[in-house]
């Protein structure tokens, strides 16, 4: 049985050969993940089977909280990479605590972190609580299947923002369909939850549509 390597790649879409011609900060997660697989499955190369594994475990985040065994269980892994993906992540987490947390100050550093869920097939509809100085507290998924606002209320939304005492939210949902324009519907949930915002004394600094090669950004087209 065969299995896709990194060098089995075309070289323009080798992650080692990008990391170190642009930079690791340059690598998407599906690439990051590449890199500690070092290779795919017969029938998929190592690119394709990170971003399956992105999607599954909802990105990096979901990565970090499955265990060893639920990694093991994922065709493609087994026990050694999975023991590879919890050490990197751990690395990530214990370096977290030394350096300055995450400044959001723009859209793209949002658009960035949520770049995962470019893959997904589905909408999910979420968070992100920022602090007193603009740094980056936490990353929250709440809704999946649909941004429907009859189906999302106020206190669901913005519980995340109260439980970490965040000062600002910045929402999130991703277009399966790849474009990122906003829908009527998108319009209308951004309204209604301004208006409760308001009530909780939270500021909502901005809503990011994540699509298959770009983002759109409410605040920066007066929509907000």
Known sequence: MSFY?????PESDRPREKLLKLGVENLTDAEIIAILLRTGIKGKNVIDLAREILIHFKGI???SEASINELSRFKGLGKTKAI???AAIEVGRRAGKTVKKRKIDSPEVVATLLGHLKYEKVEIFGTVTINAKGELINIYSITKGG???SHISPKEVFH???KDLAVAVIFFHNHPSGNPAPSKEDIYITE???EAAKLLDIEILDH?????DSFFSFKENNLL
């Open 208 to 212: 990011i549509i994540i699509g298959k």
């Open 84 to 86: 590879t993906l919890k």
């Open 61 to 63: 985040e979901g990565l």
């Open 5 to 9: 390597r990194i060098k089995d790649l």
């Open 160 to 162: 995340p923002a109260v």
């Open 192 to 194: 209604k939850l301004l």
């Open 147 to 149: 941004v429907n606002f």
